[in-house]
């Protein structure tokens, strides 16, 4: 007998709905798109075809190791838990501790509800994550401007006539901190209403071929281009603000320095085209600029993102339908106003700011390396690769042999975690709930769906269980998971009766408490934040709650996008602040390069559609074909190079040999390597098999996006050269 069930998927920020059919030994047969999912109404790709054999991958460890030199013994539970606390009172000094949060944290529930918990618990603010190798630019700057580093806006998809794409390429990886299921039907949805879609890319992606056009540029030089925009706006008057900003009179002077002329000589982008864009994007009835992971992983990434979000007020797009709005999700809690900050603290070594309470993992193998007070001697990874998605990981991976003890949180025995003294697996996909706290915050249309677990647990403790442990053993005390649920669920009970103007001001503690539905301490606390949240039945304005969610398994449209500006801002002027001073600071670091000589040879990263970073390569039905490990490069540098099959790249950091794929899809002078490969002697056969080589062998750890610490992951200056030819560099 078959049955039948529903649920998110959790392998990327899309949050499309499944609809699995399982075995009667709980395995699954097939997957589909649940086509009344709301939100994403059927769609599916391959990575989401392939969970079933993600879920029952036969390289996934199904109990914790403990090392003993150089090999590994299965253990009980307790005896790894025992272990990890000898290894914690062995180092002593918490100055000493580090964390890395690795992206899959990001769709966990455990990630989202215990990791804040662990790291307060270790107290230590040595805490690494894949923020600063991926979107921090962004937290940065919508922190500056907006009071708040979650208050990122996003593209009305749905309504929009006008989109202009930097650095995107959501055909291939579903959107970034633009939640939107069927990303591909959207954009098409925008083209077929008469709407207009522009693609600024050093590659022409496969988003760029459908768009409407598609403008090659040098990478890293996104800033460049926005402020020449920006320049026109001011110099044509075609500057119309929506509502009263701080800042105008700033960003005006500062524009003054790039003039589309002298930006199209360092970007390669024409004045004449730069100035049209300016005017489509001031013309068009409603627009948004949207620019991700390749603006983002650039020596001026904070200022690329920041400039978006000027375009779009400088517009009259921001906060309205159809230009660049804030999603409501249905776990959002208010927040003080208060001035958001960087730099509260910096790293021991070479002192670079914090981040959203987050040091840049560009520095983390200094940090270990580095002999004093307060080297790093022991470290917990969860869900994490960072010797293949950091900066120069060959560096990191010799520095993790220094640790003098490391536990990693993870189902795979992979790059990282051989490292470790002890690994925690959790459990199965199916066999937890899931939530997307992180990524509905970036939703294009508002929306909530939970899935409950599938299949029931077995001996291993659940994710929750895990971190909640791990939190209890770096309190020193005995505890359990429910003991930590229970006092995060009375002190927000406490918060919310106490503050004048909520849902349940004065009411009793312990009656709402009891209220409360779930299965476990993470139903429980989800539940509290939906009664609290905005729709909530608790709030004054909805109904929304556990019991409904599970009532409505397909999920359950929350109405689109709405001007909420005012509820979003946390700055303490109360206004959208056009020029932060931090900004104003960097925008002279790109005015004293803006007529610096490009490299001959760039590198930039790419995404596969059949791929996320580099946890699905031990999927089978995922790797070969396109979902390949190529160097990809413009058939006129193959010609000048003089190149055939193979060539080697050589950085400042080091060299790869890699097969070449010649392409006209790449503009002179660049060249492309995905992320996440290098599996050579891996314990996932799969991945093993097709090892592919590690782009971040060849990335350089000493560049970082000045503002947010990220590291820099395109435009990096390489040579090429056919194989057996030495060259210097």
């Known amino acids: 007998m078959t049955s039948t069930v529903h649920r998110t998927c959790p392998l990327c920020e899309a949050v499309c709905g499944l609809t699995l059919t399982l075995d009667e030994g709980g395995h699954v047969t097939s997957v589909r798109g649940d086509k009344d999912d709301p939100f994403s109404k059927g769609f599916i790709c391959p990575k989401g075809a392939s969970l079933g054999r993600l879920d029952e991958d036969p390289d996934r460890l199904r109990r914790p190791l403990v090392r003993e030199g150089e090999l590994w013994r299965e253990v009980g539970w307790d005896e790894a838990f025992a272990a990890v606390r000898a290894g914690l009172d062995q180092v002593g000094d918490r100055s000493s501790v580090a964390v890395y949060l690795g992206n899959p944290t990001a769709h966990t529930m455990a990630g989202s ?56 390429n959501p055909l291939e990886s579903n959107g970034s901190l633009c939640t939107a299921p069927d990303f591909p039907g959207r954009l098409k949805a925008l083209r077929r209403r008469g709407g207009r ?232 996909v199916l066999q937890s709930g899931h939530y997307d706290f992180a990524l509905l915050g970036f939703a294009v249309r508002n929306y909530a769906r939970y899935s409950p677990p599938l299949l029931p647990m077995d001996e291993r403790p659940s994710e929750s269980q895990i971190l909640a442990r791990l939190a209890m053993i770096a309190s020193g005390v005995d505890g359990t998971e429910g003991d930590l649920d229970a006092f995060v669920i009375d002190e927000t009970l406490r918060k919310a009766t106490g503050t004048p103007g909520s849902g349940v001001e004065g009411r009793d503690v312990a009656e709402l408490r009891a209220a409360l539905d779930g299965r476990d301490g993470g139903e429980r606390r989800l539940d509290l934040m939906l009664r609290l949240g905005p729709y909530g039945e608790w709030s004054g304005k909805g109904d929304l709650s556990l019991r409904k969610l599970l009532d409505h398994p397909h999920g359950l449209d929350l109405g689109p996008l709405e001007p909420r500006l005012d509820e979003v801002l946390r700055t303490a002027s109360g206004l959208v602040e056009l020029a932060p001073p931090q900004l104003l600071e960097d925008v002279e670091r790109l005015r004293a390069k803006l007529e610096e000589e490009a490299p001959e040879m760039v590198l930039i990263g790419r995404r596969h559609l059949r791929s996320n970073n580099s946890w699905l390569h031990n999927v089978g039905p995922l790797v070969g074909g396109s979902n390949a490990c190529t160097l990809q490069i413009n058939p006129a540098d193959v010609a000048r190079l003089g190149l055939a099959g193979e060539a080697v790249v050589r950085s400042a950091k080091g060299q790869l040999t890699v097969p070449l794929e010649p392409t006209d899809t790449i503009m002179p002078g660049v060249v492309s390597l995905p992320h996440g490969w290098g599996h050579a002697g891996s314990a996932q056969r799969v991945a093993a098999a097709h090892a592919g080589v590690s782009v971040n062998d060849l990335t350089d750890e000493s560049a970082v996006d000045a503002p947010s610490g990220n590291a820099v992951f395109n435009g990096v200056p390489v040579t090429i050269s056919p194989t057996g030819v030495i060259t210097a560099h």
């Not at 270790?122 to 580093?149: C, E, I, Y």
């Not at 068009?284 to 600029?289: C, D, G, L, M, S």
């Open 197 to 428: 879609l522009v693609v600024v890319d050093p590659r022409r992606t496969r988003t760029a071929a459908l768009a409407d056009e598609h403008v090659f540029i040098r990478p890293g030089t996104d800033a460049y281009l926005l402020f020449g925009m920006v320049h026109t706006l001011f110099a044509e008057d075609l500057v119309t603000l929506g509502r009263e900003v701080n800042g105008l009179d700033e960003v005006r002077e500062a524009a003054k320095h790039f003039p589309p002329e002298a930006v199209a000589r360092r970007t390669g982008v024409p004045a004449a085209v730069i100035e049209r864009l300016a005017r489509e994007l001031a013309a068009a009835r409603t627009a948004a600029v949207y620019a991700r992971i390749g603006t983002c992983t650039a020596e001026f990434g904070t200022l690329a993102q920041w400039l978006v979000d000027v375009l779009n007020a400088l517009t009259g797009n921001l906060d309205r339908p159809g230009g660049a709005m804030f999603a409501k999700p249905a776990t959002e809690s208010g927040g003080r106003r208060r001035p958001y900050a960087t730099g509260r603290w910096r790293s021991r070594v070479r002192g670079l700011p914090e981040a959203n309470g987050e040091l840049p993992v560009a520095t983390l193998a200094d940090e270990i390396e580095t002999p004093g007070e307060g080297r790093i001697r022991f470290l917990l990874t969860v869900a994490g690769n960072p010797v293949l998605s950091a900066p120069h990981g060959a560096r990191l991976d010799a520095a993790f042999e220094r640790l003098d003890f490391m536990v990693s949180v993870d189902p795979y025995l992979n790059e990282t975690t051989r490292h470790a003294n002890v690994i925690l697996p959790p459990p199965r």
């Open 113 to 168: 509800l215990y990791a804040g918990p662990l790291i307060r618990a270790l107290g230590t603010r040595n805490v690494f994550s894949a923020s600063t190798a991926d979107q921090m630019p962004k937290h940065v700057s919508s922190g500056l401007m907006f009071g708040s580093p979650m208050a990122v806006p996003v593209p009305d998809l749905d309504r929009t006539d006008y989109l202009l794409m930097l650095g995107a």
